[in-house]
């Protein structure tokens, strides 16, 4: 019934395309977020491209799954795992069960009237972009109940303990002088590393894909996280300053220098 409801729906407003053309998909998904933006509608247009390709709509759906599980475990104790006093440099304390009791009012950046709250959801967005990262990885390798089993342990093993090591009031990291700006370690390098570990643990794919499913998709992501680099990037100033704008400029410059430098490559080899 719900497919049919949906279906009706789609039909109405004109947001249904010829699946059949390598750019219907991603022009849908645009039109149903911009027509009434709609979270379900995608999920159906999702499942019903899933007669071409079965491992789309798995990654998409782990990718979501993930964050509601990130968003979860940062609010249960991630974040005072994180940011809460210190234990020998690792990890911090748990003391607010689901934030039960914490003062979310309290300014923990005084220079920039940063509140704890503010703090919270800035930092709970690099909780869920990183083991998002490395989904990619798992692809026809992993089944998606192991995955989530994985995501758990390895945000409360390494992600955490980690944040805090660099971030963290007391860090072994920081002590030892080591920067993290806005995620090059805690982010990238950590995830990084933990695809290669999958992908050497699990082995070779059962079904390899050399051709890429959708090259549209691929120019939509990559514009999608060109833009988003910006709030981590420059958000990691925390206010609109000097230091803000620098980044800003350095990650336009740098992305545009990266894609010329590639079509450069492209046309010598």
């Known amino acids: 019934m719900a497919v049919f409801t949906v279906k009706a729906y789609c ?8 699946f059949r053309k390598p750019y219907a998909m991603p022009l849908t ?3 149903c977020w911009d027509r009434q933006g709609q979270l379900p509608v995608i999920a159906f247009l999702c ?10 709509v798995n990654t998409m759906i782990s990718v979501f799954i993930i964050c509601s599980l990130a968003i979860v475990l940062f609010v249960a104790f991630g974040y005072e ?11 911090g304390r748990v003391q607010h069960i689901f934030l039960s009791g914490s003062d979310l009012t309290k300014v923990v950046l005084k220079e920039q009237g940063i509140t704890a709250a503010s703090y919270l959801l800035f930092e709970m967005m690099f909780a869920i972009i990183t083991p998002a990262l490395f989904v990619g990885a798992t692809v026809g390798r992993m089944r998606f109940n192991f995955l989530l089993v994985f995501v758990f342990f390895w945000s409360v093993l ?3 303990p980690l944040v805090h090591m660099v971030w963290g009031t007391g860090g072994l990291l920081a002590g030892w ?3 993290d700006f ?3 370690t805690v ?11 999958l992908s050497i643990f699990l082995g070779p794919r059962y079904q390899k894909q050399t051709r890429p499913y959708s090259l549209p998709w691929v120019l939509l992501g990559t514009a999608i996280l060109w833009l988003g680099w910006y709030g981590f990037n420059a958000g990691s100033a925390f206010g609109m300053n000097q230091t803000a704008l620098t980044a800003c400029l350095t990650s336009t410059v740098a992305a545009a220098a990266s894609m010329m430098t590639w079509l450069l490559l492209e046309e010598a080899f």
């Open 47 to 56: 499942e019903h491209h899933a007669l071409i390709q079965l491992n789309v």
């Open 11 to 18: 039909s109405k407003f004109g947001i249904f395309g010829d």
């Open 187 to 197: 982010v990238h390098i950590n995830a990084g590393i933990t695809a290669l570990v």
């Open 81 to 91: 795992l994180c940011f809460n006093g210190n234990v020998a440099g690792i990890f």
């Open 177 to 179: 002088g080591i920067l």
């Open 29 to 31: 998904l645009i039109r």
């Open 158 to 160: 390494v992600y955490y």
């Open 182 to 184: 806005a995620g090059g």
